[in-house]
């Protein structure tokens, strides 16, 4: 089971773009990373997934190096509507009950 | 909107009394979790289901807890006698295991309080 570290917070300005990196030294072969966004009492939100490289979707990007030991979670131009907390995960296929959230990078955008 | 829905959306509630959450899938999706969120901390994994089989239960808090997916669609949570302790908000979400990659889809939540 990969065990993530992130910030546990970033401010940003509106207009910005915003990279939240996520550390995993552990990352198994066939693990895969998971970001997810949630807002004050709402369930968490699926944003972006990935095994290596880049991968881009209409909300973020996720850079995934060669060693992939790291992840960084882009967002392109915030809003003040992107103030989260973000989540990164890893695991694999069959996540099971070793889905595992730690506490977060709660990102503050300001106008 | 994910397509999951939890009942109720708040739940008020004495210690001692009785309380049960419904969570309703993605409807072709096989795997339902249940989680519990306290302030400031991440979803805690408490049990989850594939089809009607409850995979993984000793991560329940308490006896108290319990859980059920009796026809492998819905499923339901519930706390007997509760404690302020278990104010929180409790998470459902569903996956389809099987596909490419497994992707966990949230419901909205229940907030508890325990009064």
């Known amino acids: 089971l990969a065990k993530t570290t992130q910030p546990i917070s970033m401010d940003s300005y509106e207009g910005q773009e915003v990279n939240i990196t996520c550390s995993h030294n552990n990352i198994a072969t066939n693990d895969y990373i998971t970001w997810y966004q949630q807002f004050p009492s709402q369930g968490p939100r699926f944003i972006i997934q990935?095994?290596?490289t880049k991968v881009t979707n209409e909300v973020a990007s996720l850079f995934i190096p060669a060693d992939r030991k790291s992840s960084t979670l882009s967002l392109p131009r915030v809003s003040l509507s992107d103030t989260a907390v973000y989540y990164c995960?890893?695991?694999?296929?069959?996540?099971?009950?070793?889905?595992?959230f730690g506490p977060g990078t709660r990102l503050s955008v300001l106008p | 909107d994910t397509g999951v829905s939890q009942d109720p959306r708040h739940k008020i509630t004495k210690r001692g009394q009785n309380v049960t959450f419904r969570c309703d899938p993605i409807s072709e999706h096989n795997r339902l979790y249940w989680y519990r969120q306290t302030l400031g901390q991440g979803p805690e994994f408490l049990t989850y289901?594939?089809?009607?089989?409850?995979?993984?239960k000793s991560r329940l808090l308490s006896d108290r807890f319990s859980a059920e997916r009796p026809k492998g669609s819905f499923s339901t949570l519930e706390i007997q006698r509760t404690e302020q302790g278990d104010s929180a908000m409790y998470l459902c979400a569903s996956s389809l295991v099987g596909s490419f990659r497994e992707t966990q889809y949230f419901g909205p939540g229940t907030r508890l309080l325990v009064l």
């Open positions: 289901f594939q089809n009607e089989a409850q995979l993984e």
């Open positions: 995960l890893v695991g694999g296929d069959n996540y099971g009950q070793n889905f595992v």
């Open positions: 990935g095994y290596k």
